[in-house]
């Protein structure tokens, strides 16, 4: 079975500093997978996705994510934390159903320190 | 372009009482879903429907039913409220299997 873990739940940075969001995937074959963000009382907006093309997927908002196979992890990163990014962040794997079974990691919640 | 639209934005019911959660999409996407969200679980999924008159059960269906007659809407059923249920519910949809999802902005359901 797919399983998504993001590794906190919480992170911290200061505006204008490197973030990283980390998310491990478990699957049996070659995944689908998204990051997905949150802002308060709102709906879910896609961020970036990767489907087996390039390993490295550039997103919306300076965002970007690396998959790895070897280390069944799909980090998401960001050179410079804006204060615009204060927001839930979720990362997702579709399952081997397809048909949008989607997988959601728990959630980390990111907090930018002016 | 409305993208998903979700009605009501807020509900408070008391246990027992049924009420139906409205689901509308305008981008012609034949997947619809539903998924709660609870803290610290992120999204689980309820049902889902891969077009119309076809549905099927996701990670936590109890308590739940839904139909889908058209391809716009997917409207979600609960039968005999309970605390429970208390959750933001999310409708989705998207264009094929490994297409993105498109999210509405949730209904905040209360069960007393």
């Known amino acids: 079975a797919q399983s998504v873990t993001q590794l906190d739940s919480h992170v911290s940075v200061s505006e204008g500093t490197p973030v990283l969001l980390r998310c491990n995937y478990s699957?049996?074959?070659?995944?689908?997978l998204f990051w997905y963000v949150q802002h308060p009382n709102k709906g879910l907006q896609l961020l970036l996705k990767y489907t087996s093309a390039a390993t490295l997927v550039k997103g919306i908002n300076g965002f970007e994510a690396e998959f790895k196979k070897s280390e069944t992890s799909f980090h998401l990163t960001k050179p410079s934390a804006h204060m615009s990014d204060a927001a839930e962040y979720f990362c997702v794997v579709i399952t081997i159903q397809g048909a949008q079974k989607l997988v959601f990691g728990q959630g980390t919640r990111l907090t930018i320190n002016p | 372009n409305a993208g998903v639209t979700q009605t009501p934005k807020f509900q408070v019911l008391k246990t027992g009482q049924s009420m139906t959660l409205q689901c509308a999409q305008d981008m012609n996407h034949e997947y619809m879903s539903w998924y709660r969200q609870d803290p610290g679980m992120g999204l689980r999924l309820i049902h889902y429907?891969?077009?119309?008159?076809?549905?099927d059960q996701g990670e936590v269906p109890n308590g739940y039913n839904v139909s889908r007659s058209t391809t716009e809407d997917f409207p979600l059923r609960l039968l005999s409220a309970a605390p429970s249920q208390t959750s933001v519910y999310f409708c989705?949809?998207?264009?094929?299997?490994?297409?993105?999802?498109?999210f509405g902005n949730g209904t905040r359901l209360t069960v007393t």
């Open positions: 429907s891969v077009g119309a008159g076809i549905t």
């Open positions: 699957s049996s074959y070659s995944p689908s």
């Open positions: 989705a949809s998207s264009y094929g299997t490994n297409s993105p999802l498109h």
